[in-house]
């Protein structure tokens, strides 16, 4: 496809609690537009507080897609959710409305706008063998092993993530070739979209500040009672979407192993550490303009030069 025939689209990028829902509910007011999540966590059904979902009443406001696609027992990973939301960003481009892909994940973001690197698969008996030293040492003991083999790619996992160090172990064992030296050579450039990819510039104190709050707010709002409502239904704590933040928080508080003042704390620590993370990322990204949430003219009069350029 010649470049000037690529769809165009909008990417809202940024560290949680950034304001990146309240921002394009607003573009989409101001510029026909429809909002695909790019979030890894929101994909999840009945996973609505902790993933600070859009309300119901923003989605009633703009059509919101990729929400509440898979169960939390059901796998998502970059390839799925590519699979699953190209053919409606192409869709909402053809019906010549505004594409807003709107989230904090930035490799769905990348794989999304670039493709995905093809790489080894998997091997059962290694698998299993790391999964067997990742449950009796621990995902922080797994992660020290993947600094030690490929440190750029520890780097951009957090330790507790023992499903993504598992796989980056597993293709250097397989390759001989690290994880990150693949992401470099396949480089995401199967470039299907044409993108502006606008990330949320916050000031640093007030984004912790913003994160405390929403820490404090979730609890208030029903995440203990959504956690529990989780795991009455059968789903394991041993999940990887019943691993994330904030679910693995109230855990330990159902479990009776935190105190719920210690659980909030804890919860804090990790969504800005998780934040720190998110923008780090998208720092390292190429392409990427750094924009004032608060700034709606700004952000719509770029966005509307974009959409009028021929390229």
Not at 9 to 23: E, R
Not at 277 to 299: C, S, Y
Not at 303 to 309: K, T
């Amino acid at each position: 496809m010649s470049e000037d025939k690529r769809p165009k689209i909008i990417v809202i990028a940024g560290p949680t609690a950034s304001g990146k829902t309240t921002l394009a509910v607003d573009l989409a007011n101001a510029l026909s537009g429809e909002v695909v999540n790019a979030d890894a966590m929101q994909v999840y059904r009945g996973m609505d507080i902790g993933t600070a979902k859009p309300t119901h009443d923003e989605q009633r406001e703009i059509p919101h897609h990729m929400l509440d696609v898979v169960n939390p027992d059901e796998d998502c990973n970059a390839a799925i959710y590519r699979r699953m939301a190209l053919p409606i960003v192409n869709e909402i481009c053809s019906k010549g409305k505004t594409c807003l892909v709107v989230g904090g994940t930035g490799l769905y973001i990348r794989g999304l706008i670039g493709g995905l690197m093809e790489s080894p698969p998997s091997d059962p008996e290694l698998r299993e063998r790391l999964r067997m030293e990742c449950k009796i040492h621990g995902t922080a003991k797994l992660h020290e092993k993947l600094e030690a083999l490929d440190p750029e790619r520890a780097e951009s996992i957090h330790p507790n993530d023992g499903v993504r160090i598992i796989r980056a172990i597993e293709i250097n064992y397989l390759s001989d070739l690290r994880s990150s030296d693949l992401m470099k050579r396949h480089g995401f450039r199967e470039r299907s979209l044409n993108a502006l990819k606008l990330c949320l510039n916050v000031d640093r104190e007030d984004l912790y500040h913003r994160i405390n709050e929403r820490s404090v707010n979730m609890a208030d709002k029903g995440l203990i009672e959504e956690t529990r409502a989780l795991l009455e239904l059968g789903y394991s704590p041993d999940l990887k979407s019943m691993k994330a933040i904030g679910y693995r928080h109230m855990i330990r508080y159902l479990k009776g192993e935190w105190s719920l003042e210690e659980t909030i704390t804890k919860l804090k620590r990790d969504t800005r550490r998780y934040a720190k993370r998110q923008l780090t990322w998208f720092k390292a990204e190429p392409g990427v303009i750094w924009v004032d949430p608060e700034d709606l003219d700004m952000v719509i009069k770029r966005i509307r030069l974009f959409l009028s350029e021929r390229t």
